[in-house]
């Protein structure tokens, strides 16, 4: 079979990767990418070809509205010519667009149902989804899915990719970086261009800028701050912003990173501004704060019930206050515990094995 995989952000590459490698065992697969975030940057650290296929709209509805157009076109484009028999996405609109209009199976993972634009655009038209058991299956029947498309599992999405079958990390990886393991925490700015925040924080502004300059103040080690930035805004400003401590090596700020789990892995802590990295390092027994002004989520809700190192903050006090108790935090192994929780892929494998044989 021709299978295609769409990645329309970072954390397709991370997760899909090992799907993509199991496939690939018997099936001729292809890839499509939308240039937003790092997703390129580590589609070519990767290594392997892709179609690059459309671009982020930016911050403007207006924007994302054209973007869409515009990546339906480039998308159509490449299937009209590769003639998938499937395909496998996280969450993508355009892809599950035109997958429903050719009449190609499909299995889509997501756990953001809290994203209205893109659950509205995806989940009323997938064959099947895979989610999360800790989100209410009730925030995915709201946007008109039926409850037989929907496979739950007893875990979260970066089980797929933080097992030990699949996650090695190495600690020589730190080196190309200047790190040291436990003298650094790893920061993530807010995803400011996203609808929920369109209106409260500008493309440049993360609360990072008012966070750092306590938190060095406080530790008593020395730790080197890494941020990692969600768009070119913040990374121009940030540079500027943090010039004399990026200087000093105090601070370093990066567009993106490759391997990025074994570099938060080695970690002494990370801040994070909501989304998957957070979920991932505290998965790890990395201790983890997200400063985020809404709710708790149920995926970090989950890990905080079953013991994992992770606090959600609103505030920078708060934040400061969590970062000052987790520098003297006792790390443990949680291998065992990952071990005990289901990985999404596998389940999305066998449920393609049976797909795949009603198609025959």
Partial sequence: MKIWLDFCEPKSITMLRPLYEELIKEHDVFIT???????????????????????????????????????????LDVVEKEEPDFLFCITSPEAIRVAFGLQIPNIMFNDEPRSYGCSALTLPFVNKVIVPKPIPIEWYLD????????????GIDEVAWLNQNVFHPDPKILTQFGLEEGKYVVCRTEPTKAVYLIDKMEPHETLLTQILPEAISISKDKLTYVIITRNEEQYAYLNTHFEDHIKNGI????????????IMYFSKMVLTGGGTMVRESALLGVPSIEFFPLQTYPQEQFLIDNGFPLKHTKTVPETIKVFKQFLSYKRTNTFERIGGLENPLKIGLKEFKKMKSGLK
């Fill in 33 to 75: 990418a939308r240039d937003f975030d790092s997703t390129l940057f580590l589609l070519k650290k990767w290594g392997i070809p892709f179609h690059n296929a459309g671009s982020y709209g930016g911050g403007t509805l207006v924007g994302k509205l054209r973007s869409y157009t515009e990546r339906l076109n480039d998308l």
């Fill in 143 to 154: 946007y008109g899915i039926k409850e037989e498309k929907i496979i739950q599992f007893h």
């Fill in 251 to 262: 601070i370093q700020v990066h567009r993106g990173m490759d391997n990025l789990a074994a």
